[in-house]
């Protein structure tokens, strides 16, 4: 069975695309079959791979109750593309009863064919991101190396034990991942206030801030297609690493 991973935030810009693509794109590489499901309206990860205006999307499948529409991007690599027709998904799921349970069904059905599915979740705590979290088997937090962007941590980790005591007795956080730091004091000050709050919930590795990523998105390519010697490439490849080692790894 595949590891399903969910990775959130309910603050945007924090890095959740850009880790949802760069990491599982590092395991595709690492010879792990990977899928991406782009769950976020705003499309940002289907058009970080190039992927626009399909017929079929994650939107047909949660309201329309079709397969779900996997698209081969690379070898290991396939992504479940969004479309900007799932802003209207969150009233038809919510007058479903079972609404919240969509995306569980529609993983079961896939996911002996991969190692790992990634879901690239919304910057909502919405009907949208508990799918996500009913779903997934672990989370990752993405935590962008800023004060405002460390304020609403408790808020999603209520969530996560609510979940685990109503529908996802076996939700784990995989880890908070410290991302577009830099050598400022404030950035170095929210790194050490993170790691020593939630102290053995941390990722080692940290995502410097890279140019080289949001320029690889732009341009419809994962960041080792884009520039592979970058220091974008670099610290996705040692989160790899750490994610595959497991808890053993975290500060």
Not at 205 to 215: D, G, H
């Amino acid at each position: 069975m595949s590891r399903i991973i969910a990775v959130v935030n309910h603050k945007g810009g924090v890095g959740k695309t850009t880790t949802t693509l760069n990491l599982g794109k590092a395991l595709a590489l690492a010879g792990k079959k990977v899928l991406l499901v782009d769950m976020d309206p705003q499309t940002n990860l289907s058009q970080s791979l190039g992927i626009e205006e399909q017929e079929d999307s994650i939107f047909n499948s949660l309201c329309d109750q079709t397969s779900l529409p996997i698209i081969t991007i690379d070898k290991n690599f396939d992504l479940v593309p969004s479309d900007l027709e799932l802003t209207t998904a969150e009233i038809k799921l919510q007058a479903d009863v079972n609404g919240y349970f969509k995306l569980r069904k529609l993983l079961k059905e896939v996911s002996s064919k991969y190692d790992f599915i990634f879901i690239d979740c919304p910057p909502s705590l919405g009907i949208l991101t508990i799918n996500s979290l009913i779903a997934a088997k672990e989370i990752i937090i993405c935590v962008q190396s800023q004060f405002l962007a460390v304020k609403g941590l408790n808020t999603i980790l209520d969530l996560v034990e609510s979940l685990k005591e109503n529908h996802n007795p076996n939700l784990e956080i995989a880890g908070m991942l410290l991302t577009q730091t830099n050598n400022t004091v404030l950035s170095k000050s929210i790194i050490d206030s993170v790691k020593g709050t939630y102290k053995g919930k941390v990722f080692k590795t940290v995502i410097r801030q890279n140019i080289a990523l949001p320029e690889s998105s732009s341009t419809g390519q994962d960041i080792f297609t884009y520039d592979p010697e970058c220091n974008g490439a670099k610290d996705y490849l040692a989160l790899s690493k750490e994610f595959l080692n497991g808890k053993e790894e975290k500060v």
